[in-house]
């Protein structure tokens, strides 16, 4: 089974805690993504890379940190000082065509 | 400010009439616009897309039409079914453009069909 997984499915997380979500894809892309969605907003793009060891800032970076060590892995950490995670998490790959392909996602709550 | 505007919030369409989303853009640099199709806690998925050297782009149900001197794109679907309900997103970039190549979204038309 290919594609981009996404794990886990929803999380739950006590305020004061940091917390990784993990993104694993095995469609050999070099660009990888992070976005988050909350009601009634779009997609907003937090982190981003085009290639191994190198990642990007993207409009919501504040409070989260990445790794992009393996081409098919791209870790994003919630850390205890964004105000505001609960959120659900999205991840996607870019193909050649710039179309972007997502992952299912996962719903951090925080209690 | 938002670059990618999707100004009505919801839609209701009856079933087998058509759907017809709407999406406004304000940067001239765009040339490639995507539409992404959402249901609640799935990621989205990728509908149908154009060019801006095109004005149009069909593929089944889904056409695209694209007015580049309004910056204006539309989503028809022909006939809308209930499995269409679900939320629109659409997204801009410039397509091969480095950092400006990453997409930038709409916040989304929720589309009800009516059975």
């Known amino acids: 089974d290919g594609g981009i997984t996404q794990s886990p499915k929803y999380l739950f997380r006590k305020e004061g805690q940091n917390v990784t979500l993990s993104c694993e894809q095995n469609?050999?892309?070099?660009?990888m993504y992070w976005y988050r969605q909350d009601p009634g907003q779009g997609l907003r793009l937090i982190y981003y890379?085009?290639?191994?060891?190198?990642?990007q800032k993207g409009d919501i970076a504040e409070g989260y940190s990445v790794s992009r060590e393996k081409k098919e892995s791209f870790p994003l950490t919630v850390t205890s000082a964004q105000k505001n995670p609960t959120a659900f998490y999205l991840c996607?790959?870019?193909?050649?065509?710039?179309?972007?392909?997502f992952g299912p996602g996962t719903r951090l709550t925080v209690l | 400010d938002q670059q990618v505007k999707q100004n009505s919030p919801s839609l209701s369409v009856q079933e087998g009439r058509i759907s017809i989303l709407n999406c406004d853009y304000t940067?001239?640099?765009?040339?490639?616009f995507l539409w992404y199709k959402k249901y609640p806690a799935e990621g989205p998925t990728f509908l149908i897309s154009i060019s801006s050297i095109k004005d149009k782009n069909e593929d089944g149900r889904f056409t695209v039409f694209l007015n580049k001197s309004a910056k204006h794109l539309s989503l028809h679907i022909v006939p809308s079914q209930p499995g269409d309900s679900a939320v629109y997103f659409c997204?801009?970039?410039?397509?091969?453009?480095?950092?400006?190549?990453?997409?930038?979204f709409g916040k989304g038309t929720k589309l009800s069909v009516k059975p």
């Open positions: 890379s085009q290639i191994v060891n190198d990642f």
């Open positions: 997204a801009a970039s410039v397509r091969y453009g480095g950092s400006q190549g990453n997409l930038i």
């Open positions: 940067n001239s640099m765009f040339d490639y």
């Open positions: 469609l050999n892309h070099d660009a």
């Open positions: 996607a790959i870019k193909d050649r065509d710039n179309e972007q392909f």
